[in-house]
């Protein structure tokens, strides 16, 4: 019985499962399914292929995830994540896997192109390593969206693409070095009629626009794809463009049409940020109605402020040349609309005027490096939005008002006449990160309410009159803090701040203050330490060797203070493995010159040769620097940065040093300026000097060195500097190479010394010197405001991180772009900054 009953219900089960499947045919075509899988096989899994995934349509970032990872033969492809089939024919035509940590190389004999029937193809955000593109993607001839940007690809993109002459989409920007070429993007415009968006950022295309392109054109992002020649009018004229960005071509030239464009009532964007336009705005922008957001920085623009013609949101005028007053903002008209606005690095002149409302939706205000002067108007103080003040650099006076909102995130209001004391509303500001209020006359004590400032990325409060103590909680409660400067103020008190365990500071400068005692041991606690400048304050302390141990301590200046005694070694061999600058000039230090320590300097015994490929300074934020050198390529900041890690500087003037120079400081081949004036040194000058050869400056004067000077040193083929006066040197100077460079100042105060210049001939005629006793002070020498140069990059690049996607985004929010600008606001700042100073 139990076995009838079996085979019934096997038959019963058989049945119904041939019933089923007749009645629910497979949907997917099992020769899809298997090509799918295939594809799938193709590429490991990896989350880091996938991150920073970013929604084109709501501008969101996305979370990734592995779409492709259920997929299997047990169910209908069509219902896998990420496929599409045609409801009729049961063919695969959208794939979409985009973002799904794809990570592998594409071969071009991949089965992906058996599904032939694609019209929808989006393999965006994955890493394809580095593949090329396959010519095989021409095949596709259903195909109206083809998304393969970021994930990877490179080499030139094939002609082939060109035959997909139905698409509407089409998105191929990365940075992995795409190229097109002037004929296959020719081609390709030409032969894309149906197209609406264009995507091709950072592809090197290097070639003009043509003329010939889809007039259905509503998105077209070419930034930093090397365009040149003139921009044709007629992309003015498509009617239905709504986003045009052509940022980041300076070889590109734009004229803009004189009368109103056909696309003046759709144009939405306009991103030209450094492309060559030259001249003023012309009146034709006043037809723009729906124009939100317009990038016009860095455009050599010029002429008044035009008439506020726009409704923009966003308004980025930066960096260029217009002149005379900000007048038009007082206009009777309504600026609800705005958010934005960027005049900084102008040449406006007069004041802000007093009487401007109904800005109350203003976000930020950048009016930087001007010729504006008067007070801060009552406005400003009271805009309820604000988050981004940027005003430096111009000739305001009168005091800094307290802050009416509580949103503010960056102030820079550096390099003016400002007076009176710290606000205290910005001492409290929940979300403030960077606040430079530098280079004024700001005078008063700083409350220790300032340690509310939990978020505050970079404090530099330098060169101002402040006074007291300095807060001891400052650094002890706040965990972001990486730039601290309050140098050039009138502080005074031990510096009794307690470091606290696990913080980020990387710069730490209190110099020229009036502060006592110790230098304060917590300062251990800084493991990300770059840059420590005490210099000329009043310290009493022994030379703190434990700095040593501070991994990436890269300059040290403990310069003009009460530091006294021998400088003695601990047993550890790796102390101050990244040092680079050591001013320990104008103290009492004593005994032997540091033999040991001298040995352990291992970043001063490398030469860093790279003049061409520059080593950055590395460390916690080594990836923003680099992320620096790709967004001003060419800019002033490469060169800094390339100033600082090859600049290598031992200064040990003016102590009571004494004992001989060790020969060991022949073995920091790397070093460029060698001080070790004005102590009292004796024994002769170690002729391994010559092994350092890079050296650029050597002062050796105002000691007892005795002997001779070796005449190894004629090979130190860079020097520029060399004083050996006021010694007891004897016998005659080398002849040859930058030996004739040198006149009698170098050697005078040597009664033993004799040959050229000097007037003493070596080996003939003995008369009497006449050394012209200059006496020079080495004051003049060239000490670099290094702080002012990792000041600047410290402060600007703590977002560096997060925006480094936003450059590479090609549609992106208001707040991203403002970021973006806001960004590149701080690195030019910065970058003027130190131009200046230099
Ligand atoms: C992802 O990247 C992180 C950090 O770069 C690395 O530690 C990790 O091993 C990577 N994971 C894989 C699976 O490659
Ligand atoms: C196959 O796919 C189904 C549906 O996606 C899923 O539930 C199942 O876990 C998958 N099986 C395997 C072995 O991955
Ligand atoms: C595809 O090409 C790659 C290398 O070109 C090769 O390793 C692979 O076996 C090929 N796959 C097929 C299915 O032919
Ligand atoms: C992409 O994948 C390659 C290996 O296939 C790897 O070397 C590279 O680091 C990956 N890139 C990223 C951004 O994960
Ligand atoms: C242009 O598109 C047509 C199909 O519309 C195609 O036949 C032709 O080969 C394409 N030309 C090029 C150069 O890609
Ligand atoms: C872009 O392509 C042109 C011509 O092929 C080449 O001269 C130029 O160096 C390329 N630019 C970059 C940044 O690779
Ligand atoms: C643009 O292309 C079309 C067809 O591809 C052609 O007929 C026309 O002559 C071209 N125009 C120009 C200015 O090259
Ligand atoms: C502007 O649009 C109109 C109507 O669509 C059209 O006739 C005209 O040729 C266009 N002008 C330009 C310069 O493209
Ligand atoms: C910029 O445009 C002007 C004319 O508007 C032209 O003379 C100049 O050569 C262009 N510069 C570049 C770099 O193309
Ligand atoms: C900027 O414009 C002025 C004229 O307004 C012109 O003389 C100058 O060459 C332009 N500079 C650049 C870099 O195009
Ligand atoms: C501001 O500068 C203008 C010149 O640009 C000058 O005439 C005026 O007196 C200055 N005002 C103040 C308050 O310094
Ligand atoms: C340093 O402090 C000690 C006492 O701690 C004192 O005796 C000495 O005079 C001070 N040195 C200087 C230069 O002020």
């Not at 091709?200 to 626009?209: K, R």
């Not at 950048?366 to 010729?371: R, T």
């Not at 000329?536 to 040290?556: E, S």
């Not at 040197?729 to 004739?740: A, E, N, R, S, W």
Request: charged share 15%.
């Amino acid at each position: 019985m139990g076995c009838v009953k079996l085979i019934f219900f096997m038959l019963y089960t058989f049945l119904f499962q041939l019933v089923l499947s007749s009645s629910l045919p497979h949907l997917c075509p099992e020769d899809q399914a298997l090509s799918l899988l295939e594809f799938k096989h193709m590429f490991i899994i990896n989350p880091n292929a996938s991150h920073h995934c970013y929604n084109m349509i709501t501008y969101q970032e996305i979370q990734s995830y592995p779409r492709t990872l259920l997929w299997n033969k047990s169910t209908d492809c069509c219902s896998w994540d990420g496929v599409h089939c045609d409801e009729m024919t049961g063919q695969v035509i959208e794939l979409d896997l985009s973002c799904s940590q794809l990570q592998g190389k594409f071969h071009s004999n991949t089965s992906l192109f058996q599904l032939s029937n694609l019209k929808r193809l989006d393999l965006s955000y994955n890493n394809f390593s580095e593949s090329l593109i396959s010519p095989n993607f021409g095949e596709f001839s259903s195909l109206t969206h083809l998304d393969l940007s970021y994930s990877s690809f490179t080499g030139l993109i094939p002609s082939e693409i060109s035959h997909l002459s139905k698409l509407h989409v089409l998105h191929m920007g990365d940075q992995y070095g795409l190229s097109l070429g002037p004929y296959n993007f020719e081609l390709l415009l030409k032969n894309l009629t149906q197209l609406r968006e264009l995507n091709l950022y950072s592809v090197n295309i290097s070639s003009t626009i043509p003329l010939n392109f889809s007039s259905y054109l509503t998105n077209l992002y070419l930034r930093y794809t090397e365009l040149r020649g003139v921009l044709p009018e007629r992309v003015f004229h498509l009617s239905d463009l709504e986003s045009l960005d052509l940022s980041r071509n300076p070889q590109l030239t734009v004229r803009f049409p004189t009368t109103k464009w056909n696309s003046s009532a759709s144009l939405m964007k306009l991103f030209l940020y450094r492309v060559n336009i030259t001249g003023r705005i012309p009146e034709s922008f006043s037809h723009l109605t729906s124009l939100h957001e317009l990038n016009m920085r860095y455009c050599n623009l010029s002429g008044p402020i035009p008439k506020p013609l726009w409704n923009s949101r966003d308004l980025y005028l930066g960096d260029n040349s217009f002149d005379g007053r900000l007048e038009f903002l007082s206009f009777n008209i309504s600026w609800r609309q705005l958010y934005s606005l960027d005049f900084s690095f102008n040449s406006l002149t007069g004041p802000i005027p007093s009487d401007v409302s109904g800005l109350q939706n203003l976000q930020s205000l950048y009016l930087s490096s001007n010729h504006l002067n008067g007070t801060i108007p009552s406005w400003i103080f009271s805009l309820p939005s604000l988050n981004t003040l940027q005003l430096s650099d111009n000739h305001f006076s009168g005091k800094i008002q307290e802050f009416k909102c509580k949103t503010l995130f960056e102030v820079d209001l550096r390099q003016n006449q400002l007076q009176g004391p710290l606000p205290n509303s910005l001492l409290n500001q929940p979300n403030l990160k960077f606040l430079d209020l530098s280079h004024n006359n700001i005078s008063g004590q700083i409350a220790s309410t300032i340690c509310n400032l939990k978020t505050l990325t970079a404090l530099d409060l330098a060169s101002n009159n402040l006074e007291g103590t300095i807060p001891q909680c400052l650094v002890e409660m706040n965990e972001n803090l990486s730039d601290l400067d309050l140098s050039n103020n009138s502080f005074s008190g031990t510096i009794n701040t307690n470091f606290s365990i696990g913080n980020y500071l990387t710069v730490i400068s209190l110099n020229g203050n009036k502060l006592t005692g110790k230098v304060p041991p917590s300062l251990i606690n800084c493991k990300y330490l770059t840059l420590l400048d005490l210099g000329n304050n009043q310290l009493n302390d022994t030379f703190p060797n434990w700095l040593g141990d501070l991994p990436d301590l890269k300059i040290l200046s403990l310069r003009s203070n009460k530091l006294h005694g021998p400088i003695k070694s601990s047993g550890n061999t790796n102390l101050f493995p990244q040092l680079q600058i050591m001013d320990l000039s104008s103290n009492g230090f004593s005994g032997n010159l540091p033999e040991s320590l001298l040995g352990n300097l291992q970043a001063m015994k490398k030469i860093d040769e790279s003049t061409r490929t520059p080593q950055y300074v590395s460390g916690k934020f080594a990836a923003e620097y680099d992320y620096l050198t790709t967004i001003t390529t060419k800019g002033q900041v490469y060169n800094y940065v390339r100033i600082l890690a090859s600049n290598m500087i031992i200064d040990l003037s003016k102590n009571r040093f004494e004992g001989h120079i060790p020969s060991i400081i022949g073995d920091l081949v790397g070093l460029r300026t060698l001080n070790l004036s004005h102590n009292v040194l004796e024994g002769h000058i170690p002729a391994s000097l010559q092994n350092l050869s890079v050296l650029e400056s050597v002062d050796l004067s105002s000691n007892k060195i005795s002997g001779g000077i070796p005449p190894q040193l004629a090979s130190l083929t860079f020097l520029e500097v060399l004083n050996l006066s006021h010694n007891h040197l004897v016998g005659c100077i080398p002849k040859g190479k930058q030996f004739d460079t040198f006149d009698n100042s170098s050697y005078q105060g040597n009664d033993g010394l004799r040959g050229l210049p000097l007037s003493k001939h070596c080996g003939g005629d003995d008369q009497a010197t006449t050394p012209a006793d200059l006496d020079q002070e080495e004051e003049d020498s060239p000490m670099i405001n290094w702080q002012a140069v990792l000041m600047g990059y410290g402060c600007g690049l703590v977002i560096g991180l997060s925006v480094i996607y936003i450059m590479l985004s090609t549609q992106y929010p208001a707040w991203f772009s403002r970021m973006v600008v806001k960004l590149e606001h701080r690195i030019t700042t910065r970058m003027k900054k130190h131009k200046k100073r230099y």
